[in-house]
């Protein structure tokens, strides 16, 4: 009995052996699977973007892909800008077997607006799109045709409460707003730099652009008071300066700019010293450099660095290397002029 209900295990295992090999080649995958399609999307399309339209949904739709059989499929629509290959795509939406998306029109201004060079100055975006179909990992996935636009954003300028500085750089001006530091969260706290273009120059800080309310530092021990004693710098340059309203705190701190990373000339030892222009109010400096990474600091220290996390034009305390692609002589930019802080790089 026991020979006989082996044999038949062995019967049955080579059954289901071959049931599943045979429900297994049922499922074939198309060596050429029907690529999805955009519908109703026009090619070279010339779309200016209105702020009165922001709640707008803007709707995509396109003809499913077919890999031969059955399956859970999954459809990016990808976004990205003309030329580059969709190498650094933003997906605007992902559907599961649905030949369709929604954004609203305020969505898509922001994903153009993080394409922008400045985005607080915006122009039009010559930009591509596409439908990727994937199925699993171990698939190749499927991409639709390409379908070409030019998109102008909108941009809302963002009104920080700012704090103005008037001095003895400046003649004592409070109505000078380029002489002001702002408050990025609108909660007291302002932070900025400014080029204080004198030997130990001197300054005050006011709510308003005029005398009415003015805070100073009896002592120079950090705290402000209302009509206290002038504030004294140590020399002449950039200061970055912070004032707590709240707890009637300040601090200024003297700093030198220099460029440093695996693309300059020093590498990550030696810092390329930036020198001011009076003319643009920005931190400037050319150079040669390799393909490579880049940050700027302060004071050639750590302790002050900026970087740029996101890649958008816009710097990060402590943030991520900047990639330079190509060697080449470049000049460089550093703008602290706006409550945002930037920089800019141009290949010369």
């Known amino acids: 009995m ?8 062995l019967v049955a295992g080579v059954f289901i052996f071959f049931g599943c090999e045979k429900e297994a080649e049922k499922i074939t995958i198309s060596a050429n699977p029907t690529a999805p399609a955009f519908q109703g999307f026009t090619d070279n399309q010339n779309t200016v973007l209105l702020l009165a339209d922001a709640a707008t949904p803007i709707t995509y ?6 890999f031969g059989f059955q399956a859970a499929t999954t459809y990016s629509l990808q976004m990205a800008k003309q030329g580059t290959d ?14 369709t998306a929604t ?23 010559a930009v591509e799109w596409r439908v990727k179909a994937t199925i699993n990992a171990d698939v190749d996935p499927v991409y639709s045709s390409v379908i070409k636009q030019t998109i102008t954003p909108f941009y809302i300028p963002i009104v920080y409460p700012r704090l103005f500085v008037p001095g003895s750089y400046q003649g004592w001006n409070p109505g000078d707003s380029t002489t002001s530091i702002f408050s990025l969260k609108s909660n007291g706290v302002y932070e900025g730099y400014l080029w204080l273009g004198e030997a130990n120059p001197q300054f005050k800080y006011c709510e308003l652009p005029n005398w009415e309310v ?14 206290g004693a002038n504030i004294v710098g140590t020399s002449l340059g950039m200061y970055k300066l912070n004032v707590d309203l709240n707890a009637k705190t300040h601090t200024y701190l003297y700093t030198e700019w220099g460029l440093i990373g695996s693309a300059t000339p020093g590498g990550w030892d030696n810092d390329q010293n930036m020198t001011y222009d009076p003319a643009t109010r920005t931190l400037v400096i050319t150079l040669d450099l390799v393909v490579g990474d880049i940050k700027f600091r302060a004071n050639d220290a750590w302790d002050l660095n900026y970087g740029d996390n996101g890649a958008n034009g816009s710097l990060d305390a ?29 290949q010369n």
Not at 86 to 99: L, R, W
Not at 214 to 227: P, R, Y
Not at 321 to 335: F, R
Request: include cysteine.
């Open 2 to 9: 026991r020979k006989i209900s082996i044999l038949l295990t």
């Open 61 to 66: 739709n396109w003809s499913q892909c077919d």
């Open 86 to 99: 969709f190498a650094d795509a933003v997906t605007v939406a992902t559907t599961t077997n649905a030949g």
């Open 103 to 125: 954004i609203t029109t305020n969505d898509l201004n922001n994903k153009i607006l993080a394409m922008q060079v400045n985005p607080d100055d915006p122009v039009a975006t």
């Open 214 to 227: 003015n805070w100073g530092d009896n002592g120079a021990d950090g705290t402000l008071e209302s009509g």
């Open 318 to 346: 402590g943030g991520d290397n900047i990639p330079i692609a190509e060697a080449g002589n470049y000049t460089i930019t550093l703008d602290f002029n706006k409550p945002i802080y930037k920089y800019k790089i141009k």
